[in-house]
T-cell receptor
Framework: DGGITQSPKYLFRKEGQNVTLSCEQN?????MYWYRQDPGQGLRLIYY???????QKGDIAEGYSVSREKKESFPLTVTSAQKNPTAFYLC?????????????FGAGTRLSVL | AQKITQTQPGMFVQEKEAVTLDCTYD???????LFWYKQPSSGEMIFLIY??????QNATEGRYSLNFQKARKSANLVISASQLGDSAMYFC???????????FGTGTSLTVIP
């Protein structure tokens, strides 16, 4: 089955700690994305990557970092600089730069602060 | 700047009836795609339907149709013959063709009543 796998489903962070959220896709998609969703809100873009070894900041990149060393993987690190990390994080992928650029999503990771 | 507006925070519909979820958008781009996603309580975003800005006919996918009025910048989702499983959050999104970034509305919560 092709799809996007996010892990873990739930994650807890202590003060001053960095945590990494995993996102893996086997759809052979070029582009991958990270979104943050707060209660009652839409999705806001954190980072996106259109090709391996390249990524761009989205609207709310501060306090987050990413890497794209493999086409299949796009991990997100929530650093200690992110003062309000409690949220639902969604990873997505798409074919890339084409008109009908449908994004397909993983099941999400819910991050809470201890 | 791109902006998506969903003015209905919550909607109720009787089972087997049709319901329309509103979405308006603001963009200066001429070429763009419009998307609707469903988010059940589990959290995953499920792609429902796509409409291109140059498509002359309204998109349909099974019980979902998109009422596209380009001049009014409106892209309403119509769900026919509602089912209990349709109860979820619904998000409208827009993506200009010149880059892969999605812009999401704040969503509409739909509850189907037996």
């Amino acid at each position: 089955d092709g799809g996007i796998t996010q892990s873990p489903k739930y994650l807890f962070r202590k003060e001053g700690q960095n945590v990494t959220l995993s996102c893996e896709q086997n759809l052979n998609h070029d582009a991958m994305y990270w979104y943050r969703q707060d209660p009652g809100q839409g999705l806001r873009l954190i980072y996106y990557s259109q090709i391996v070894n390249d990524f761009q900041k989205g609207d709310i990149a501060e306090g987050y970092s990413v890497s794209r060393e493999k086409k299949e993987s796009f991990p997100l690190t929530v650093t200690s600089a992110q003062k309000n990390p409690t949220a639902f994080y969604l990873c997505a992928s798409s074919q890339g730069a084409e008109a009908k650029n449908i994004q397909y999503f993983g099941a999400g990771t819910r991050l809470s602060v201890l | 700047a791109q902006k998506i507006t969903q003015t209905q925070p919550g909607m109720f519909v009787q089972e087997k009836e049709a319901v329309t979820l509103d979405c308006t958008y603001d963009t200066s781009d001429q070429s763009y795609g419009l998307f609707w996603y469903k988010q059940p309580s589990s959290g995953e975003m499920i792609f429902l339907i796509y409409q291109g800005s140059y498509d002359e006919q309204n998109a349909t996918e099974g019980r979902y149709s998109l009422n596209f009025q380009k001049a009014r910048k409106s892209a309403n989702l119509v769900i026919s013959a509602s089912q209990l499983g349709d109860s979820a959050m619904y998000f409208c999104a827009m993506s200009p063709y010149r880059f892969n970034q999605f812009y999401f509305g704040t969503g509409t919560s739909l509850t189907v009543i037996p």
